[in-house]
């Protein structure tokens, strides 16, 4: 699976949230292989990631988000619907 545009970018929120400096992520990574990614961490993400990237996220949406690279793919479709980030 090749990362979206919005990956690096949000790699990069995932890691400094965390704390995880010099960790790199996989697009099949999931939340729960992640230390310390748990559910108040997960809240810091989403509103981290809408805020850089100015868009908003349904819980539906958030809840079909099951690796990182899907959570950046969503990224894009939400830029591509004309939110600007």
């Known amino acids: 699976?090749?990362?979206?545009?919005?990956?690096?970018?949000?790699?990069a929120i995932v890691?400094?949230?965390?704390?995880?400096?010099g960790t790199h992520l996989e697009p099949s990574t999931r939340p729960t292989d992640v230390p310390g990614?748990?559910?108040l961490a997960n809240v810091n993400i989403v509103f981290a990631v809408e805020e850089e990237?100015?868009?908003e996220f349904s819980e539906a949406e958030l809840k079909s988000f099951g690796t990182i690279g899907e959570f950046a793919a969503g990224v894009?479709?939400?830029l591509a619907r004309g939110q600007i980030g």
């Open 53 to 55: 990237f100015g868009v």
């Open 15 to 21: 890691v400094q949230i965390l704390g995880l400096h």
């Open 37 to 39: 990614w748990d559910s």
């Open 1 to 11: 699976m090749k990362p979206s545009p919005a990956f690096d970018r949000l790699e």
């Open 76 to 78: 894009d479709a939400a």
